[in-house]
Structure formats: C-alpha cells, structure tokens
C-alpha cells in the first residue's frame, strides 16, 4: 500500500487546498439554531472523557475523509490484530498486549498470569505500606527509590505525581533515572537505608543508566553497613531478564516479572507500576486498570466516527500530513500533570519515529510530530506568545479538570478560565479593526503587534475530576491514538531501533575517556575524537 497513492489521500489534499484559507471564527460566526453547534456536532464523548475538537480546522467532509482513510489504511484490523495478540512487532517477533494488563475477562490472552501477576504485586504493597516490609535494622519502609529509565520510569512518575493528592503520605517515592550521578545524588541527601527500598525496573536489566544507578544505590547501602544478605530486604527487581537479575545479586522471591508481549513505554499497567501500586494502594491501582480498559472497550466497540483514539489520531495525521505542521502542545491545565508531555514524547516519538514501514520499505511523508508541553498556566507565560503571534501553527491539546485535585477556594475556576480563554483567543485571534478599537487612531504603529491571527488548531479534553480512573483512560487514550497514525503510516509502533546506535557508540566512547592513547582517537571523527580529548584532560586533571 502507498499511502500517497491511496484516493482518499487525494481526496484529503485537494480538500486542504479548498479549506485552507477558511477562519474557524467565521464556521463559528455562521452556525444558525436551532441547528446543533459546532460544538455539539464536534464534541464526543467515551470513557468518561470529552474530546471538544470543534476549535480545529476541519468540516464535516473533512472528518469524513479522515473517517475514509482510516477505513482504507485498515485502522480497525490493526487494532483489533493487537487487541488479540497478533504478532504486531514483527522487527522483535512480538505481541503488544498492554491491554490485557486491563482487562478482567479471563479469557483474554495471558489471564492467568497477569491475575497472579497483580496478586503478587498487591500482597508486595500492602505489607510496605502497612510496615510489615522491614528494613535491615528493623525499621518501616519510608522511601522507595524506583530506578529506571524511559518506559521504566516516565510512565509510574507521571502517575505518581498526578496522582499525589492520593498518595500515603508517610511513604516517599523518589525516581531515579538519569546516568548524571546528581539524580541519584539528589535522591540519596533525602533518603536514609534503614528506611529505603529500591525497586531496580529495567525490562531487559541490562540498560546501562539503570544498572549504573543501581550498582550506585547498592553500595550506598553497603557503606552504610547493610550486608549483602540483608539487602534482600532492601532490593526488588521488575524485569524479564530473570538470570541478570539473580546476576546483580537480586533474590528470586523478590523478582516481578515483565513479560516481552508489554512494550517498555507501553508497561506502566504492569509490576513496572509496582511503585505506583505502593503509593496509592492496590484499589486504586486496579481503578486506573479499570479507566484504561474503558476506553480500550470504547476503541474496540465504538464507531469510527464517535472514537476518541481514532479521531485524535486522524487529526494529528490532518495537520502533519496535509498542513505540514511539525509539532504539537501538550497542555494540561493541571500541576499534576506535569510530566504528562515528557511521558507523552515517549510514547508517540519513540513509538511513531520511523522512516520505514512495516516491511521496511523508506516512506516518502512525514511521520510523528514533534511532542512538546508545559502545564497551563506556566506556560502561557512561557512559550504560549509564539503559539497565538509566531508564524509557525501548532496546535495544542489542551487537557483539563472540572473539579479541582485541593481544597484551596478560588484557584481553580482561574485556572479553567485560562484554559477556556486560551483556546478560545487562538481560534478567534484579534483581526486589524479589533485592534484599532482598543489602542484608537493615534497609536497605529502599535496595532500590527496587537493583531493574532486565530485560527489556530486546538483539542480540549475535559475530565470530571483527576483520579485514578480518569487518568487511566486519558493513559490509553493517547496509546490508543499512537497504533491509529502508526495504522496509516504503515510502521511498527512497538520497536524502538533508532536508540541502539548511540549505546553501542557510548560503550566504545566511554573506554576512550578511560583509556585510549591519543592514536585510538583516529577511529573517530575529527570532532567526537577533539572532544574526547578534551574531556580526557579534564577527568585526568
Ligand atoms: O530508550 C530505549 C528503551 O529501550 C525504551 O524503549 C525503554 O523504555 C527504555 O530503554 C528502558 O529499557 P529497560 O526497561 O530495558 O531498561
């Protein structure tokens, strides 16, 4: 299949063409009642999520088109291949089953390991969290130290974080992740070994900044007089690479296991979420399994038309594909959510940054966009002027809260007023007569910098309130989104080849630093070998 090639693509870009110079303030203008707004014909609903997409630019044949070329790129077989276990990693020869992770159907693939999975995990947190977990010299487990990096990581500190109003407060979660030893610094002033549990998550246990943190970590505890028996009590491990984990030193018992059909960035349903599991409790745990899984079923079941994945996805396809935009904004009005766009660049670049499909063919158009995002309000003050002056459209999904996650009165209707009035002012922007209106006749030099030009594209997804549940199904909304563009693109959304490069190339750099005469150097470029040689003088100085 050519995606180029396919009528429906040229459908779409003779479509462009014909509404490209279109204002949405005007298709706003012109709604007549007691027709349905366009609010009401471009606002669905699933999982208990809104998706509002009525501020983009897109009509009613614009969405039939993009309805189109999901059917025609078959989006529906590719999802439901994946939803049954289909090989649908054919680069690693797997299966990408997180949904199964959600479900309570015992009929589903792998059912009966991932029930006795979970078990093992909620019996796990349970006694940390109740103080039957004890450490070395007896004491209560105070602080667990996740060490992990991307999809071992990004996805339980996401969650954590937005989920902290929840949290048991006496119980102190840190994430580990990066090789810069200040992380792991950082986290060890906070910390002290008699109360601290490390949970090593690594799918493969041989990622070089997890291990480096935790052989780190594990002589800390040794420093501090824990012997190697004891920090059995002290070391978990989440991984599928049982023999390197019993390697490093790790008891059996204290293994959970990853299975090779969860993709790393894909996993956080799995133990990898065993630190969200101790911060919030099994229950709610199982909560945020059970919001997935509603927006898995509204995937699987709803129709194309009315399907918050399939609808984001197409969008995002609209403006990458036939406006040629590069990026896009995760917005979340919500502290919380902080790390919700550092979670979401994984999840849709590194799942969707290929060049080449499924049966590695080079495609000719353009595949992820660039992912990028702040919270509101932070980052109106930030970046939000090049969204609504700069030349350059991106638009923005803007993700909200009705009900506030505190107790603090008046902060939380500011917070959704700027939200609304964000999306709102990139829609409309302000035209010349406007801005002659505010400043008058006399000050005209300054109305050219006081006109926005709107029509800027933006998504906003309402959630009732942040909880578990919500934030699960927001989770799998985005994932869901992903296996859609990947659908039309062609390519493998679940393999990641494009990092080994750099981590065999750092292997070889790193003994340079340590050891190489000057004449090694030679193998590398002129400037990597410069700055070889200038990094060598300065560790050796
Ligand atoms: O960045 C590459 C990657 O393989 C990610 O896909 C994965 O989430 C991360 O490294 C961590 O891998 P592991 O869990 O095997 O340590």
């Known amino acids: 299949m050519n995606l180029n090639s396919l009528p429906t693509w040229s459908a779409l870009t003779a479509h462009y063409e014909s509404i490209r110079d279109c204002h949405m303030r005007d298709w706003f203008a012109s709604e007549n009642d007691p027709a349905p707004t366009r609010a009401d014909r471009f606002t669905i609903n699933g999982g208990g999520l809104t998706l509002d997409f009525s501020k983009n630019r897109v009509n009613e044949q614009t969405i039939a088109l993009l309805i189109q070329l ?32 959600r479900t309570s159907d015992p009929s589903a693939p792998y059912a009966a390991q991932v029930k006795a999975g979970r078990a093992k995990m909620a019996v796990f947190a349970e006694r940390v969290r109740n103080g039957q977990w004890i450490g070395y010299t007896g004491k209560p487990i105070q602080h667990v130290v996740n060490i992990g990096i991307g999809g071992s990581d990004l996805g339980p500190k996401m969650v954590v974080h937005a989920l902290h109003h929840l949290k048991k407060s006496d119980i102190h979660i840190h994430y580990v992740s990066n090789i810069d030893g200040i ?27 997890t291990m480096t943190n935790a052989h780190s970590l594990r002589d800390w505890f040794r420093r501090s007089g824990c012997s190697s028996d004891q920090l059995a009590q002290h070391f978990i491990a989440v991984s599928a690479n049982l023999s390197e984990v019993v390697r490093f030193g790790i008891e059996p018992d204290n293994v959970f296991e990853m299975w090779e059909w969860v993709g790393g960035r894909y996993s956080l349903w799995s133990a990898v979420g065993l630190s969200i599991m101790i911060a919030i409790g099994p229950e709610k745990f199982d909560q945020l399994l059970e919001g997935a899984y509603l927006i898995d079923e509204h995937f699987r079941c709803a129709p194309l ?38 979670y979401l660049q994984q999840l849709e670049m590194e799942s969707n940054g290929k060049s080449v499909t499924l049966d590695g063919r080079f495609i000719d158009y353009p595949t992820s966009a660039v992912v990028w995002g702040e919270p509101g309000t932070n980052s109106q003050h930030a970046f939000f002027q090049m969204l609504h002056q700069g030349p350059t459209i991106v638009p923005v ?11 603090l009165p008046g902060h939380h209707e500011k917070l959704l007023a700027n939200c609304f009035a964000q999306s709102e002012a990139l829609m409309l922007g302000r035209t010349e007569t406007e801005a002659e209106n505010i400043v008058g006749r006399k000050q005209t030099a300054l109305i050219p910098h006081i006109v926005f030009p709107g029509n800027r ?14 934030l699960g199904a927001l989770i799998a909304l985005y994932e869901h989104k992903t296996l859609v563009q990947a659908a039309i693109w062609n390519i493998n959304p679940f393999d990641q080849w494009g990092v080994e490069l750099g981590k065999i190339l750092s292997k070889v750099i790193e003994s340079d630093l340590i050891s190489a005469s000057s004449a090694d150097l030679r193998k590398h470029d002129s400037s990597t070998s410069a700055l070889i040689a200038r990094a060598r003088e300065a560790i050796t100085r």
């Open 397 to 407: 999904d803007f993700i909200v809260s009705l009900a506030p996650n505190h107790s």
């Open 183 to 209: 992380d792991l610094q950082n986290v060890l002033e906070q910390i002290n070994p008699e109360h601290t549990l490390a949970i090593v998550v690594s799918k493969t246990f041989t990622t070089s900044e």
């Open 457 to 470: 594209p933006t998504n906003t997804i309402l959630l009732n309130e942040l909880n578990p549940r919500s």
């Open 70 to 101: 999901a059917r025609e790129t078959n989006v529906q077989a590719r999802r439901d291949e994946m939803f049954t276990g289909g090989i649908v990693n054919p680069t690693e020869h797997r299966s990408a089953l997180h949904t199964a992770l």
């Open 305 to 342: 038309e009315r399907n918050l994945p399939v609808l984001l996805g197409l969008l995002g396809i609209w403006y990458r594909n036939f406006f040629g935009l590069q990026s896009y904004v995760i917005a979340p009005y919500s502290q919380a959510l902080h790390f919700l766009p550092a």
